[in-house]
């Protein structure tokens, strides 16, 4: 009797011992499996096959019964560097969290990058500045300043800056601040008074906002038009007269609208290269990479 129930006791251990050696080997492999499997996705991504990535992340989140809200940002993020932007502001509810966080900031830009500047205006709208956490302040500063310098509304922009300036006193807004303080300085052209002066005399329109060649074409074409009208009607060439006279109406007409655009491009001009020069000396450029915590999910 003693010796069955040693024999039974051994064979009973060695059972576990086999059950536990093939369930450890299991969850091994399994482990193996799934950081492989993240290990991947991150391959994917770090190699700009963002499209994979997300099928990828799709599969690992049904595989180990993942919660999908906890992945949004690295979906979105693969989407925004996809350049699917529709995809985040229509599919994703990135702005569906109370405390602003990343996922706000890509939805914004997203919004910016095909031109939905009266949602991103609404969305902004709703923020209270002083419960947002700072390390976002300067992306949020740039996106909604953006809006205006786009505009070329200088005005706005300083206003809105200002704004950030009190919540978020830095150097990155002060030196924003001093590039925008300029736009005061900004000397543009009049498009009425040059049309105006066009309208007396051809040409000079263009002169004052400084398209000389087209100021010379003006006054020569006109005046030249304007005495072959007059050479043929005193010749009695009435018809050719009548038809050089509607020639001569034209480029008259022609003077003076070209004169207000003119007037138009110079202001133009003299916006936009303002612009440009605040967002080169800035040299500032969002970067979402900076918000994604791989350690946080996998």
């Known amino acids: 009797m003693i010796q069955f129930r040693k024999k ?18 299991v969850c091994l492999h399994a482990m193996e499996n799934k950081f492989s499997q993240t290990d991947y996705i991150k391959n994917l991504y770090d190699n700009e096959k ?10 690992y989140i049904i595989a180990n019964n993942e919660d999908k809200q906890k992945y949004e940002y690295f979906i979105a993020l693969n ?21 602003f966080s990343a996922s706000h900031l890509l939805y914004l830009n997203a919004l910016y990058n095909i031109h939905e500047n009266e949602k991103i205006e ?3 709208s709703k923020l209270d500045f002083q419960n947002i956490n700072k390390i976002y302040m300067n992306d949020l500063c740039v996106i909604n300043t953006a809006l205006y310098l786009d505009q070329f509304d200088f005005k ?27 736009y005061e300085k900004l000397h543009y052209k009049s498009e009425l008074l040059s049309a105006s002066m066009s309208a007396v005399l051809p040409g000079s329109g263009q002169f004052y906002s400084g398209k000389y060649l087209d100021g010379v074409f003006s006054i020569v074409s006109v005046f030249g038009s304007g005495f072959l009208t007059y050479w043929l009607y005193k010749n009695d060439y009435q018809p050719q007269a009548v038809m050089t ?6 480029l008259y007409s022609g003077s003076v609208f ?9 202001n133009y001009h003299v916006s936009n290269s303002f612009r440009e020069k605040i967002l080169k ?6 970067n979402p990479d900076e918000y994604l915590k791989y350690d946080e999910l996998f």
């Not at 963002?50 to 599969?59: N, P």
């Not at 070209?258 to 110079?266: D, K, L, P, V």
């Not at 000396?281 to 969002?286: P, S, T, V, W």
């Open 8 to 25: 039974f006791l051994n064979k009973y251990f060695r059972c576990l011992a086999v059950i536990a050696i093939i369930h450890n080997a």
């Open 50 to 59: 963002y499209f994979q990535a997300i099928a990828e992340i799709d599969r």
């Open 79 to 99: 989407y925004f560097h996809g350049a699917q932007y529709k995809t985040i502001t229509n599919d994703l509810n990135l702005f569906s969290e109370a405390k």
């Open 122 to 124: 609404e969305k902004i």
């Open 156 to 182: 706005k922009a300083n206003i809105t800056l200002q704004k950030y300036h009190a919540a978020n006193e830095n150097s990155f807004t002060i030196k924003y601040l001093n590039l925008l303080s300029d």
């Open 245 to 250: 006279g509607c020639f001569t109406a034209l």
């Open 258 to 266: 070209g004169a207000y655009n003119s007037a138009g491009n110079y």
């Open 281 to 286: 000396e800035l040299d500032y450029n969002y």
